[in-house]
């Protein structure tokens, strides 16, 4: 078995019991326990479970190793986020417009910035597939644009869908490219975010796509967050303003990136 497909089976084990062990995870995949150990490493340093001695338990949502939040914008109303860098954000959502074409099938990553990009979208006939409330309520009413939601759980403080659901809609969508949105982004060029339940539906979102356009504004270049969502090879294109940081920028574009400044 691939270790993606591995990994996908031992958090679809581990969601549903709440915990699991190396044993019992090793007899059921058919794999050896250190192959099992190495996978729940690597799940673990992802921040999508806790490994702890003898297997792994499944992490609350929002919270990492010791009770620490990993979800930022948990109780920041989402008007609030949007109207932070508003001048930044919309300057990066009219450049990222310029990329669709009539025709095309986008993802829509959630987010402030997404949500300003849809608006730029109106009209245009193409086909958008979101787990963004946000990117529903611009499109909703728009003849031109087919618009997917997502299904699954509502997560009402950031206007989004997540969880098992939504993933597993995800692995249905061939999009011709994907705007992304992150928490911020390393100097090193490495994507992080705050929101433990976000990113498993990032990674979902990548892999979709034939295109990744990153969307960040200035003031994310460099910046933190606990969970890497992936690293600067896994990105085509940047969309951000000028201003931000330029060895973080070099960076990226050493890595592969294309940097469009708006």
């Known amino acids: 078995m691939l270790q993606r497909l591995r990994h996908a089976e031992i958090m679809r084990r581990v969601r549903l019991s709440g915990a699991t062990s190396v044993r019992d995870l090793a007899s059921q995949l058919g794999v050896s326990p250190s192959t099992i150990r190495r996978d729940l490493e690597v799940l673990d340093r992802d921040g999508t479970l806790r490994r702890v001695r003898g297997g ?25 986020v949007a109207a932070v860098d508003e001048q930044d954000k919309e300057a990066v959502a009219v450049r990222a417009a310029e990329l669709v074409n009539d025709g095309e099938v986008v993802l829509l990553d959630i987010g402030t910035t997404t949500m300003r990009l849809a608006r ?23 003849p031109e644009v087919e618009l997917l939601l997502l299904g699954g759980m509502v997560r009402r403080p950031y206007h989004s ?25 390393r100097p090193d060029g490495q994507l992080v975010d705050t ?6 539906l990032k990674r979902a979102m990548i892999a ?26 896994d990105i085509d294109v940047i969309v951000t303003n000028e201003g931000a940081d330029e060895v973080t920028l070099r960076n ?10 708006a």
């Open 56 to 80: 792994a338990l499944l992490l609350d949502d929002g919270l990492l190793d010791g009770g620490v939040s990993v979800d930022a914008d948990a109780d920041r109303p989402f008007a609030e």
């Open 120 to 142: 730029r979208l109106r009209g245009r006939r193409v086909t958008v597939v979101t787990s963004s409330l946000a990117v529903l309520d611009v499109l909703r009413s728009d």
């Open 161 to 185: 869908l997540v969880g098992v659901l939504t993933e597993a809609a995800l692995s249905q969508v061939v999009a011709d490219r994907v705007f992304l949105g992150v928490s911020g982004v």
């Open 195 to 200: 929101t433990l339940a976000e990113v498993p």
């Open 208 to 233: 979709s796509a034939g295109q990744v356009v990153l969307l960040v504004d200035r003031h994310k270049f460099p910046g933190t967050g606990a969970l890497r969502v992936c690293g600067p090879e």
């Open 252 to 261: 990226c574009a050493a890595a592969g990136a294309e940097v469009m400044l």
